[in-house]
């Protein structure tokens, strides 16, 4: 079946600027990640949907980063006023969060670089 | 707080096996994980072992988890060209908790 898709695969943007990057998750999927792998930092966490509960941003490092997940499904993260360290591969994952099935399931990323 | 510690290097000749070492330091840590990542692709999943597990086999792949001393390995027997990448160390709680990854120890086979 469909695996995790992400888009754009790249996205190459003015510094100040906004972005929207989008996930679509693996179908009948109730968790969805996002991660971030940058050169300096490897790979972090930023935020988690589960279900209908309220998400855990505590992985999002300003208030110019939010995410949404409409209908349980398709999720979106936007950074505000993009910076040059906002540069690194965004990374989605979801889950299926029954017990005994824990994998995280990776997207191919969406590259984004802040000129 | 969580830390996940990888050694960043592994080179191995082709048809021998590598082990890639990994630890952690959350106790309370309840699922291990191993991803590969090819140049210019995502995670990958390889396998993954719960906490009251010591082994797991998967083909060519090993997985040893020491829960004392919080080591988890992942040894890959008869080592190809194709295994050359970076292999991801992670840990979550409950498994449907975020990840906390290792830097990745970037493995390179020589024919």
């Known amino acids: 079946g469909a695996g995790v898709s992400q888009s754009p695969s790249n996205k190459v943007t003015e510094k100040g600027k906004d972005v929207e990057l989008r996930c679509d998750p693996i179908?009948?999927?109730?968790?969805l990640y996002w991660y971030r792998q940058s050169l300096g930092q490897g790979l972090e966490f930023l935020i988690y949907f589960q279900g209908n509960s309220a998400p855990d941003k505590s992985g999002l490092p300003s208030d110019r980063f939010s995410a949404e997940r409409t209908g349980g499904s398709v999720s979106t993260l936007t950074i505000q006023r993009t910076q040059q360290e906002d540069s690194a591969v965004y990374l989605c994952?979801?889950?299926?969060?029954?017990?005994?099935?824990?994998?995280?399931?990776f997207g191919p990323g969406t590259r984004l670089t802040v000129t | 707080g969580e830390d996940v510690e990888q050694s960043l290097f592994l080179s191995v000749r082709e048809g021998d096996s590598s082990v890639i070492n990994c630890t952690y330091t959350d106790s309370s840590s309840t699922y291990l994980y191993w991803y590969k990542q090819e140049p210019g692709a995502g995670l990958q999943l390889l396998t993954y072992i719960f906490s009251n597990m010591d082994m797991k086999q998967d083909q060519r792949l090993t997985v040893l988890l020491n829960k004392k001393d919080k080591h988890l390995s992942l040894r890959i027997a008869d080592t190809q060209t194709g295994d050359s990448a970076i292999y991801f160390c992670a840990e979550s709680r409950s498994g449907n908790t975020p990840l906390v990854f290792g830097k990745g120890t970037r493995l390179s086979v020589i024919a």
């Open positions: 179908s009948g999927h109730t968790a």
């Open positions: 994952a979801s889950s299926l969060d029954r017990t005994g099935m824990r994998e995280q399931y």
